[in-house]
């Protein structure tokens, strides 16, 4: 199948190839920091890319950012298959993880189903259920069926009904213990990578130390191998509430909302659109269409 003009380039804005399995797995050892970021649509794909971050993640976040959900629950496959179809489109040459949405891998069956179609109808290049212990069976199978995946512990988004909110995991030394049980799990199961989300930074630095595979980290501190976050949360965008581990590198909503306002008041005005943004006719043209117009006023 021919490639876009696009998609035949061949380097990042950086100068790098579309980051590889291999390359993730081995910033493990050589330290580098992996640059992960969440990305909904064409737009902010296409801004990962330029900006040179390695992974855009396709997070059912989405549910939330793009949609107005209150939560990811509501997030489909459908709907995470054409926002991710969107991302790849705009970041060509960027690695791209498609996060599996609620009760898209329930069973080993629903998960091959589902994970095939990240690969096959959106193009990405790796799937990313929740779960560790508990789904270690489905990551295995994902894995053997040869579909880079990887997992995600800590604050799960898809059970947060049963830790009675957002709340951070890992506080007690039993439950620290835990988290390092599931990611043993999903280290021993094939993952590439793993993210822990919501976890005490010294908590997660010393699970991550135990670890073949790297660690990415949303809310659990500089101890792990990368971090991410989402990207309308870091540029400002989505503002109906605010992380503790969400740092504001930019304020885009300020910026738009003040945009739209001059727009507003120059229509208002009469200001806008002037001759700059008008397209034009030439004299003769314009005489002859007035003399037609009068003609067809006397029929």
């Not at 790098?16 to 909904?40: A, C, D, H, L, N």
Request: hydrophobic content about 40%.
């Amino acid at each position: 199948m021919a490639k876009t003009d696009k998609a035949n380039k061949a380097d990042n804005a950086d100068g790098r190839k579309k980051r590889t399995i291999t390359e993730i797995r081995q910033s493990k050892t050589t330290g580098e920091k992996m640059v992960y970021m969440s990305v909904p649509d064409y737009t902010s794909a296409q801004w990962a890319e330029m900006a040179g971050v390695d992974v855009a993640v396709v997070g059912d976040s989405l549910a939330m950012i793009a949609h107005g959900h209150p939560n990811t629950i509501p997030a489909t496959m459908d709907m995470m298959v054409l926002h991710s179809q969107a991302v790849r489109r705009g970041a060509p040459d960027t690695f791209v993880l498609g996060c599996m949405p609620y009760q898209s891998y329930h069973t080993i069956e629903v998960a091959l189903v589902n994970a095939t179609r990240f690969m096959q109808e959106a193009g990405s290049d790796a799937v990313k259920p929740q779960g560790g212990k508990s789904q270690a069976h489905i990551l295995k199978a994902l894995v053997d069926a040869g579909i880079p995946t990887a997992s995600h512990i800590g604050l799960t988004p898809h059970t947060v009904a049963m830790f009675g909110g957002f709340k951070i995991q890992g506080r007690t030394a039993d439950a620290a213990v835990k988290i390092l049980e599931d990611a043993f799990a999903i280290q021993d199961a094939g993952c590439f990578m793993l993210e822990f989300e919501a976890v005490p930074g010294r908590i997660a630095q010393v699970i991550s130390g135990q670890l073949d595979i790297p660690t990415i980290g949303i809310g659990a501190g500089v101890g792990c191998d990368g971090q991410i976050l989402l990207c309308y949360d870091l540029l400002g965008v989505f503002t109906d509430f605010k992380p503790k581990f969400t740092k504001r590198f930019a304020q885009l909503t300020e910026v738009a909302v003040g945009g739209i306002a001059r727009y507003v008041d120059e229509v208002k005005s009469g200001t806008f659109p002037d001759d700059d943004h008008t397209y034009s006719v030439n004299d003769e043209e314009y005489d002859k269409f007035l003399t037609l117009v009068e003609k067809r006023k006397q029929v």
